[in-house]
């Protein structure tokens, strides 16, 4: 189940209701949907502030 605005946005099995709109909708995030190899699930990967796709700033190093 997936709650917006005090509401049920989505009701269902993880692999029929996860979707990339529905977290940009419910989490106002953008995301890459990927099926977890161990189990078949849904894996939800951010794509995080300030980090591009395609390897063009993968890693930040720490000082």
């Given at each position: 189940?997936a709650v917006?605005?005090?509401s ?6 993880p692999?029929?209701?996860v ?13 890459e ?6 189990f ?5 990967i951010?794509h995080?502030?300030g ?5 063009e ?5 720490l000082a």
């Amino acid at each position: 189940m997936a709650v917006h605005n005090k509401s049920i946005y989505a009701e269902g099995k993880p692999e029929d209701i996860v979707t990339q709109d529905m977290v940009r909708k419910v989490f106002q995030m953008e995301c890459e949907i990927a099926v977890d190899p161990l189990f078949g699930t849904p894996t939800c990967i951010p794509h995080g502030r300030g980090r591009k796709l395609n390897g063009e700033q993968r890693y930040t190093q720490l000082a």
